[in-house]
T-cell receptor, first 116, second 110 residues
């Protein structure tokens, strides 16, 4: 079974440019999460989709970040315009929706973003 | 608010020695606690969760609600245990999101 995949693996852009990150969850996983780790800090939650709906976007830092999950399959996270402090590793995770409980979150390899 | 603290950024031990990674949390309800591990050039993966009460790769962790801790232990460290370890919490009121500690890098020397 294929795991969570993310594209690109690395991205180097200049301040003010736009970058779009993509996450493909494990097939059948309705829950999709975005997290990020900025340099020297802990991994922090950004948002959570259940199918195509945003369940929790309390971790989104500001309106320069836009996440979508059209059709409830893959998701994109767009940063526009990118700022220096957006540099870090962006992780995607997915899990099943389980009756009576919450499934294990499986993580993708991450996208390493560097804003110059 | 929920918070996870891993006080050690780096733990260096010799092969065969015991290793203990500390994790303390703050959460007002009944949390789920996890340990995730990231080996070099690999993705973050679940090592164990407190509700499973199992030992994975020789590691165990006990949830101590009185001390709000979930320390990870292994009696005899192996070189392949060298990795980054993250303690994480999932709280009912906060939905499904995971709150991570800052991580502890474990280096097992031969």
């Amino acid at each position: 079974e294929a795991g969570v995949t993310q594209f690109p693996s690395h991205s180097v852009i200049e301040k003010g440019q736009t970058v779009t990150l993509r996450c493909d969850p494990i097939s059948g996983h309705d829950n999709l999460y975005w997290y990020r780790r900025v340099m020297g800090k802990e991994i922090k939650f950004l948002l959570h989709f259940v199918k195509e709906s945003k369940q929790d976007e309390s971790g989104m830092p500001n309106n320069r970040f836009l996440a979508e999950r059209t059709g409830g399959t893959y998701s994109t996270l767009k940063v526009q315009p990118a700022e220096l402090e957006d540099s870090g590793v962006y992780f995607c995770a997915s899990s099943q929706v389980l009756a009576g409980g919450r499934g294990t979150q499986y993580f993708g390899p991450g996208t390493r973003l560097l804003v110059l | 608010a929920q918070r996870v603290t891993q006080p050690e950024k780096l733990l260096s031990v010799f092969k065969g020695a015991p290793v203990e990674l500390k994790c303390n949390y703050s959460y007002s309800g009944s949390p789920e606690l996890f340990w995730y591990v990231q080996y070099s050039r690999q993705r973050l993966q679940l090592l164990l969760r407190h509700i499973s009460r199992e030992s994975i790769k020789g590691f165990t962790a006990d949830l101590n609600k009185g001390e709000t801790s979930f320390h990870l232990k292994k009696p005899f460290a192996q070189e392949e245990d060298s990795a980054m370890y993250y303690c994480a919490l999932r709280g009912g009121a906060a939905g499904n999101k995971l709150t991570f500690g800052g991580g502890t890098r474990v280096l097992v020397k031969p």
